[in-house]
């Protein structure tokens, strides 16, 4: 090898010792926030004026969310009527209820696994509900009937029956 080839290699591997330390955090950092990203998800209220029954018009987008425990949902838009509560009934126990009322945004941290049915106190009447798995969690027989005995709406009932099915897929 000449002269000129051995102090290239020499330089390259030089190089590459250096900024090992800096490629190696660089990979943390994106990471970190892939691993941010991840475990922070944001649900919309929306209300669908191109839908012509109340049982279409009034959403959470999504309305069905896997996350891992100890990941954070942001809620949009729970002012007006729009509200996110815990559904009384189909929740996991022990774990913190949610109640927001008047919120441009507001962040809920889910610890516990299980299925959690989220409702909006105005609109879940009219099937604005929503589903979170969390952990891996699967709908079970006792889940469907505990939605049957819930004091909601029939429209309710079948749109946390309809996301238990997606959920399932």
Same mark, same amino acid.
């Given at each position: =090898?000449?002269?000129?080839? +051995?102090?290239? %290699?020499?330089?390259?591997? &030089? ?7 800096? /490629?190696a /955090?660089? =990979?943390?950092?994106?990471? *970190?926030?892939a691993?941010?990203? =991840?475990?922070?998800?944001t $649900?919309?209220q929306?209300t669908?004026?191109? $839908?012509?029954?109340?049982? #279409?018009m009034? +959403? ?9 425990? *100890? ?8 002012? &007006?009527?729009?509200? $996110?509560?815990? +559904?009384? #009934?189909?929740?996991?126990? *022990? ?6 009322? @008047?919120? /441009?945004?507001?962040?809920v941290?889910?610890?516990?696994? #299980?299925? !959690? ?6 609109? #879940?009447? !009219? ?5 979170? %798995? $969390? @952990?891996?969690?699967?709908?079970? +027989?006792?889940? !469907?009937?505990?939605?049957?005995k819930?004091k ?6 079948? @749109?946390?029956?309809? /996301? =238990? ?5």
């Open positions: =090898m000449s002269r000129h080839h +051995q102090l290239t %290699a020499f330089i390259a591997r &030089g190089l590459i010792a250096a900024l090992k330390p800096a /490629l /955090l660089s =990979m943390c950092a994106v990471a *970190g926030y691993m941010a990203a =991840m475990s922070h998800r $649900v919309d929306i669908n004026f191109s $839908v012509s029954s109340a049982s #279409g009034f +959403q959470f987008a999504p309305n069905l969310v896997r996350i891992e425990p *100890g990941e954070t949902l942001t809620f949009l838009n729970s002012r &007006g009527a729009h509200t $996110v509560k815990s +559904q009384k #009934g189909f929740w996991p126990e *022990g774990a913190p209820e949610v109640d927001i009322t @008047g919120q /441009l945004e507001a962040d941290v889910f610890d516990t696994p #299980g299925l !959690y049915g989220v409702t909006c106190r105005r609109h #879940g009447k !009219y099937g604005m509900v929503m589903l979170v %798995a $969390v @952990g891996d969690v699967e709908p079970t +027989q006792e889940d !469907y009937e505990k939605i049957s819930l909601a709406s029939k429209s309710a009932k079948d @749109g946390y029956q309809r /996301l =238990m099915w997606e959920l399932h897929k």
